[in-house]
């Protein structure tokens, strides 16, 4: 990773990972739990808020209808994206149920893991900065990828055509609007074993007895 001249972002605790559909987000998540992380995932507190009998479900129910649910009662998540993808009010409407109560879930479980002994905690979240996250972390990783190759990944992960993968591209926060609120930048455009470097160097620079951490990181091809 280069340097590009930014101030240092000294006492990093959370990092918060976030970037656009089929960026790699996950992956490199994965990554840092290999190296010692502690790694907590949005995507794992939305399932949790939404189990059977939950408070969250049930408004969900009552806003969306059963359409939404599976045979045994449980939240099919695959209906409810199909119900709110091309509707802007029920994304909103959605937003509004949810993101409270994984803020609220998310706020417990990362201040748990402050006091634990990982040497760095990461916080995996697709949409951190949509839903206002930023402010629970101590600085921002954006995983950015090259367009066609993050069109490329979307179509063969999800089955989709160009139009649809562009679609759902198209609905989410511009990826250079990410980069541009990042703390810290890495490209996964090309080999995994190329991110992994990146993963590694940063880790070193954040991880508790690892040196001083330089903003704005990214690849020579970032």
């Not at 918060?16 to 790699?24: E, H, K, L, M, Q």
Request: charged residues 25%.
């Amino acid at each position: 990773m280069n340097n590009e001249g930014q101030a240092d972002k000294p006492g990093v605790r959370v990092l918060g990972i976030t970037g656009g559909i089929a960026s790699g987000k996950s992956s490199v998540a994965q990554a840092f739990a290999q190296l010692g992380a502690a790694v907590l995932s949005a995507d794992e507190l939305a399932r949790a808020v939404v189990q059977p009998g939950s408070a969250v479900l049930l408004r969900l129910r009552e806003r969306f209808g059963v359409r939404i649910l599976d045979a045994d009662g449980c939240l099919d998540r695959a209906a409810l994206a199909t119900v709110v993808f091309n509707d802007p009010q029920s994304r909103q409407a959605l937003n509004a149920l949810i993101h409270p109560a994984i803020a609220e879930l998310a706020q417990e479980r990362l201040e748990n893991l402050r006091r634990s002994e990982a040497p760095l905690v990461v916080y995996e979240a697709p949409l951190l900065f949509e839903a206002g996250a930023e402010q629970r972390v101590d600085a921002v990783l954006v995983i950015k990828v090259a367009p066609r190759v993050q069109l490329q990944r979307l179509m063969a992960r999800d089955g989709l055509d160009e139009a649809a993968a562009r679609l759902r591209v198209d609905a989410q926060m511009p990826q250079e609007e990410k980069v541009g609120r990042a703390d810290y930048v890495i490209d996964n455009s090309g080999s995994f074993a190329e991110t992994l470097e990146q993963v590694q160097a940063l880790f070193k620079k954040l991880a508790r007895g690892g040196g001083g951490a330089q903003r704005r990181e990214s690849s020579p091809s970032g």
